[in-house]
């Protein structure tokens, strides 16, 4: 039972009656029993909660970037007609809207309404009861219950470099020889024969095939197919820092979402594999598209930042164990000195003995911008921190080139299309 703000305002009217008329007491009685009748007639009259039926529909995964629609189907199976609210609960993170709405549902009918989720992260969102609060003819008093209606809605992560996907495609296309523009590959699967020009390579000829013909005879080569592309993200403490509006992860599982879905379109499979002080999430991946970013996306759909150091040996033994065959592994970590020369770097030559290695760093675009700001002492001083973490970068950087490990060190904005291109590159220079 439940009493409306009807009924505080007929008893606060009462008070005032009972304060201008006392009539020796007979007046409090009067209006406590025309309240109490009020309230009783109500919960005779009201609809029955109990005989609703109560069901959901709607969305059960959604990238975090595109809103979610989540209904509630009601069905009276009672006698009486049903008007009063109904609250549909869910977590404050996944913001629904509206929370309560009025409801009017007579005996049989059947009526459905729907609730926007707009999420601020990642997360797998539960649904708590249905409320319904069944309002009486008076408007006095309600009967209310709930109902346990379980709904379960995946947050997937943005992916806002998909804009980015038609381009890099395009480029696919051409190294794969599937448009009118054919690159003469470095690649390692033989495409076909055609007659030498000026300026071709003379290791291509085919003299076999020169032989035969009267004209001298190259081969040509498209980079091979189904290769393994194993994205590492690295999900310790320094995963949790913000570049520019986003934790350096959300930018990380952009990019490898690009990556991995450019990869499979290339015929290349993808394997997603995340590590801290211990491997947290497998993903394995497969040569298609739409089932690569699917296994993808709810892969990473509750990978979260922990405060933990990232162990180097772990990150490079879980590789070497899990992946036999020759394959590209994309590290998406920091160039931070401390966690690069104590944790990967000792352990790094035993994966580039067997795998080619690009490690992809974000880089802060705040630094960046106080390099150049000399206004007054604090901003110099500011510019000069800022030049001291770019050289550690740049020392880094060199120290891992030295051990034949591609890097990338970009901004938030281009990060996710520069990770990209380094693939498309060594895929068109046949290293893969």
Known sequence: MALTRRAAGVALIGVLVVVVAPLRGYTVLIVEGALVLGVVIDLMFAGSVRALQVSRYGDTARRLDELSEVGVVVVNGGRRRVRGVLRDAWPPSAQATPGRRPIDVRAGQRRRWATTISPRRRTELHAGRVTVRSVGPLGLAARQGNHDVPWSLRVLPAFPSRRHLPEKLAKLRILDGRSAARVRGQGTEFDSLRDYVEGDDARSIDWRATARRSTVVVRTWRPERDRRIVLVLDTGRTSAARVGAQPRLDAALDAALLLGTLASRAGDKVDLIAVDDRPRVLARGSDGDGDAL?????????????????????????????????????????????????????????????????????????????????????????????????????????????????????????FASKVSDAYLAMKAAGRL
């Open 294 to 414: 699917a296994g993808l996306l709810n892969a990473m759909a509750g990978l979260h930042p922990r405060l933990v150091e990232t162990d180097g040996r772990r990150l490079v033994a879980e590789v070497l164990r899990r992946v036999r065959q020759r394959a590209l592994v994309v590290v998406f970590t920091t160039l931070d000195e401390a966690a690069i020369t104590e944790g990967l770097l000792p352990v790094l030559p035993s994966l580039t003995r067997k795998h080619v290695v690009l490690v992809a760093s974000v880089a802060d675009p705040q630094v960046l911008a106080m390099v150049g700001a000399h206004d007054d002492a604090r901003s110099s001083y500011d510019a000069a921190a800022a030049e001291r973490s770019l050289a550690a970068n740049r020392r880094v950087t060199a120290l891992l080139r030295r051990l034949d490990v591609d890097v990338v060190d970009a901004g938030p904005a281009e």
